[in-house]
């Protein structure tokens, strides 16, 4: 099973950078790892994703640990609207692009 | 946006009765999935499709068929509901991009079996 580990829950304060942590330490050398998030009453939507390199898009950065084990999404200065449930998540190659969501990070952002 | 939409966005039934969710895209995926959504368990594959007619099992789908005759509809049916499919539903699709795709999500479904 593409089991991640993230922390329950977050906070940060409006304007300061986020990082949001995951371990996935048993990643294999061809998986991806993606990140969604979920805002409230809403469905997930994409984020970033990543395979070895840092990888960096309008809405976030990746970093990913050399040895892989473990990722941090960085959201460079959090809004109110990043207030969400955010998901760090394993894709297997030919997988049919299943991915398997687990209970995520609740990140709260104070005013 | 990718133009998913989910009908009905709510329903309430009673145990026992047959229920059909559809899920429409305007997108031209190839890939299809139903999700389910429930307090303490985050999203759970319940079923998916990987081109017409081709469809396969996810971690949840006992009590659930699908059926995808047509590339842009793929229904979620609940051949006699019970109270456990108290649920909020997602469909998400995917074009195919090689070794990852971006799922796409609706805007979800919610079910309520009394």
């Known amino acids: 099973d593409a089991k991640t580990t993230q922390p329950n829950s977050m906070e940060s304060n409006e304007e300061e950078p986020v990082h949001l942590p995951c371990n996935h330490s048993?990643?294999?050398?061809?998986?991806?790892i993606h990140w969604y998030r979920q805002l409230p009453s809403q469905g997930p939507e994409y984020v970033i994703h990543?395979?070895?390199s840092n990888v960096n898009n309008r809405m976030a950065s990746l970093a990913i640990a050399e040895d892989r084990k473990s990722s941090t999404l960085i959201l460079h200065r959090a809004t109110l609207r990043d207030a969400a449930v955010y998901y760090c998540?394993?894709?297997?190659?030919?997988?049919?692009?299943?991915?398997?969501f687990g209970k995520g990070t609740l990140l709260t952002v104070n005013p | 946006d990718a133009g998913i939409t989910q009908s009905p966005r709510h329903k309430v039934t009673e145990t026992g009765t047959p229920v059909t969710l559809r899920c429409h895209q305007t997108?031209?995926?190839?890939?299809m999935y139903w999700y389910r959504q429930d307090p303490g368990h985050g999203l759970r594959l319940i079923h998916y499709?990987?081109?017409?007619?081709?469809?396969d099992k996810g971690e949840v789908s006992d009590g659930y068929s699908v059926s995808r005759s047509k590339t842009e509809d793929f229904l979620l049916t609940l051949e006699s509901a019970t109270s456990s499919q108290t649920s909020v539903y997602f469909c998400?699709?995917?074009?195919?991009?090689?070794?990852?795709?971006?799922?796409?999500f609706g805007e979800g479904s919610r079910l309520t079996v009394l």
């Open positions: 499709s990987y081109g017409v007619k081709d469809t």
């Open positions: 990543g395979l070895t």
């Open positions: 048993t990643i294999s050398g061809t998986d991806y």
């Open positions: 998400a699709t995917a074009r195919d991009r090689g070794n990852t795709g971006e799922l796409f």
């Open positions: 998540i394993r894709g297997r190659r030919g997988s049919n692009y299943k991915l398997t």
């Open positions: 997108e031209n995926h190839r890939y």
